[in-house]
T-cell receptor
Framework: ETGVTQTPRHLVMGMTNKKSLKCEQHLGHNAMYWYKQSAKKPLELMFV???????ENNSVPSRFSPECPNSSHLFLHLHTLQPEDSALYLC????????????FGDGTRLSIL | GESVGLHLPTLSVQEGDNSIINCAYSNSASDYFIWYKQESGKGPQFIID?????DKRQGQRVTVLLNKTVKHLSLQIAATQPGDSAVYFC????????????FGAGTTVTVRA
């Protein structure tokens, strides 16, 4: 596989469930990102990892918990989510920080019942 | 404030015509800009980028123009095709913190046959 792969593509969960989103990049990049995309709103940066170290938590509620075991894999653990958390969650990667394009996966469409 | 905006939320273009998508940014410290294309059900796809030491850059059928004086960015698509129908986003870096991209809300381009 090439590029950035996200699984699952769709997820429906209740507010008390625990689930995880997975992202894998095959580009040899060292920085990975989680974004939230809601309808009619710009992309919102959630978390940033550089060489497996978290360098940004953009005031994200603790019900979202990221994990980056290595430079190729990124997870987003979900617990006790709210209906307003329903959105498209996008993973991206880039080669370093400075002025490099971020390459996105196709996202996980999350619906909270 | 630091925000990126697009002049028009929608653009309808006749197939074969040229398209121009505009973007205004407010952070004068930004020195890197990217255009993305997002088709329905997919993640944003990198189109072209430009650094602030340039005012024009060309790719395959696309040209990005940067006017730092008025903080304006545009994407020109030559000979628009049905496959160009998508939402187009501009993004700027946040100046000092290079990896943080600020995204606009997007322009929906519809190509008429």
């Amino acid at each position: 596989e090439t590029g950035v792969t996200q699984t699952p593509r769709h997820l429906v969960m209740g507010m008390t469930n625990k689930k995880s989103l997975k992202c894998e990049q095959h580009l040899g990049h060292n920085a990975m990102y989680w974004y939230k995309q809601s309808a009619k709103k710009p992309l919102e940066l959630m978390f940033v990892y550089n060489f497996k170290e978290q360098t940004e938590n953009n005031s994200v509620p603790s019900r979202f918990s990221p994990e980056c075991p290595n430079s190729s894999h990124l997870f987003l653990h979900l617990h006790t989510l709210q209906p307003e958390d329903s959105a498209l969650y996008l993973c991206a990667s880039s080669q370093g920080y400075s002025n490099q394009p971020q390459h996105f996966g196709d996202g996980t469409r999350l619906s909270i019942l | 404030g630091e925000s990126v905006g697009l002049h028009l939320p929608t653009l309808s273009v006749q197939e074969g015509d040229n398209s121009i998508i505009n973007c205004a940014y407010s952070n004068s410290a930004s020195d890197y800009f990217i255009w993305y294309k997002q088709e329905s059900g997919k993640g944003p796809q990198f189109i072209i980028d430009i650094r602030s030491n340039m005012d024009k850059r060309q790719g395959q059928r696309v040209t990005v123009l940067l006017n730092k004086t008025v903080k304006h960015l545009s994407l020109q698509i030559a000979a628009t095709q049905p496959g160009d129908s998508a939402v187009y986003f501009c993004a700027e870096n946040m100046g000092r913190v290079d990896y943080k991209l600020s995204f606009g809300a997007g322009t929906t381009v519809t190509v008429r046959a």
